[in-house]
């Protein structure tokens, strides 16, 4: 398989594998997003994906066509956090460099018109964000393609924009952090045992509790963050135990999405890296 | 989306509507046959999906191609009978005669180079399969590759085998007339109301109810596979009834997948037909 083909596989397996609390999984749908919205949301990404495959097409361009297509449903936001972290990787992958150096230069190349398009992507799907930062109000993501002129005027390129926001969003962190925890969390996958589905379940909870979720922390506050996190560390390596706490989650609201969709970029490192399905 | 990304979709959204008694489903694994394997079938199938919606390219070529790239998991064979059905409906849907006179030119159209390529799919998955009429032996599927010479001295075209096939298999018979319980199936599913999933599953009960699975019957005679048609009758249009009919069919060991291969190919026309997921 491609790794056009992984990356949407990579987002296959992540909504299939349960339990991961408080997400969409196999066994459990959100009121208004429902598992197969996600079905829709992989298959819609897949041009997106290739674009990002090919060295020729800017990496911005490449996210905001995947995240159109992605948007092809009717449950709204699916998987944009999820893109976002696939679309470098695709791009590392597919210029054999998949390693978190290889995965830093592509950041690195990456320039004004991709921070353009990348902001654009947002007119697509409602993202749950924060409030930016009190000097970067211009550079508010939820201005969408209104902010192409202060991109522009100050020369921020999406490496800068992810920069900005790595302290309070996990998905720029791994992008100004060479992937780090994507990167860990493949190894874990790829040298666990069992069926993958039940692997990256497991992968989620180490992930969730090693760090807490900024979704969640967007959402509901750093304290409930990191209690989350603490619940999670809990029920670490115990599939039955996550069922109880899903269903605690599910009660109260509380969706570790960043924390899925590093799920989903392990998971194509995983299957880079030659873990079974 | 392209009839090639709904081609998947399809796939897809059938391995998720649940319950589909008898049937791997969003909710139930077989022992040897889990959900993510469907998942690794529906992306590795892609590429023969996009060759069976390129009119250059021979239909058979495509169905193989579809085959060898949805094998690429651990559980062998997840949707021989389901592409068999989708490759002439993408080439349809691409051509723009999606009807049973348009799938009907597709099949008339097919040559013995068709034949010959769906022979050498069989090659690639273990097939469930009966024995062939005393009158076609040199032609026994089971034979894969090694058929050809008796293909090609009998000059037999895919649409021949496919008649040769139709009073025992469910799929060979939609290929003989004109796909007419698929696109029966998909008007049923367009016009119902709710989650896809849920239209599919009640497609899924209609089509065991009104007519025997003919992969029960060639696994436990045609006896059983009538009496396993008037137990889905009994729970037609209930979806709580039919989770008890699952927990019996999978006690029994009752599979039936030329049903769900129906339902996959019904789901394709639906989505081409606007369905929204």
Chains 1, 2 share one sequence.
């Not at 304290?223 to 619940?231: D, I, K």
């Not at 996550?242 to 969709?261: C, K, S, V, Y």
Request: hydrophobic letters at 45%; one cysteine or more; a negative charge.
């Amino acid at each position: 398989m491609s790794p056009v083909d992984h990356a949407e596989l990579a987002l296959l397996l992540e909504v299939a594998s349960t339990p991961k609390p408080g997400n969409v999984d196999r066994r459990r749908d959100h009121a208004d997003l429902r598992f197969e919205h996600f079905l829709a949301g992989a298959v819609g990404a897949r041009p997106g994906l290739g674009a990002a495959a090919d060295p020729d097409r800017p990496l911005g361009d490449a996210f905001e066509r995947a995240v159109q297509g992605m948007s092809q449903q009717d449950g709204d936001n699916t998987q944009f956090g999820c893109l976002l972290l696939l679309v470098p990787l695709v791009r590392a992958a597919s210029t054999d460099r998949l390693s978190p150096a290889g995965v830093d230069a592509v950041v690195d190349a990456t320039t004004v018109d991709d921070a353009v398009a990348f902001y654009r992507a947002f007119e697509h799907v409602d993202v749950a964000v924060d409030d930016p930062p009190p000097d970067a109000t211009a550079l508010d993501v939820r201005q969408g393609a209104d902010a192409e002129p202060a991109i522009r005027e100050q020369g921020v390129t999406l490496a800068d924009v992810m920069a900005t926001s790595a302290d309070r969003d996990g998905n720029a962190a791994e992008w100004t952090g060479g992937f780090e925890r994507t990167f860990a969390a493949a190894t874990a996958v790829r040298d666990d045992t069992g069926p993958v589905t039940d692997r990256l379940a497991r992968a989620f909870l180490d992930l969730l509790a090693e760090r807490p979720d900024t979704l969640v922390a967007t959402e509901h506050g750093s304290e409930t963050a990191a209690a989350v996190s603490r619940r999670a560390a809990a029920v670490r390596g115990d599939l039955d135990a996550a069922e109880d706490l899903a269903a605690q989650f599910r009660a109260e609201g509380i969706n570790p999405g960043t924390t899925a969709d590093l799920t989903a970029a392990a998971a194509f490192v995983a299957l880079e890296r030659g873990v079974p399905v």
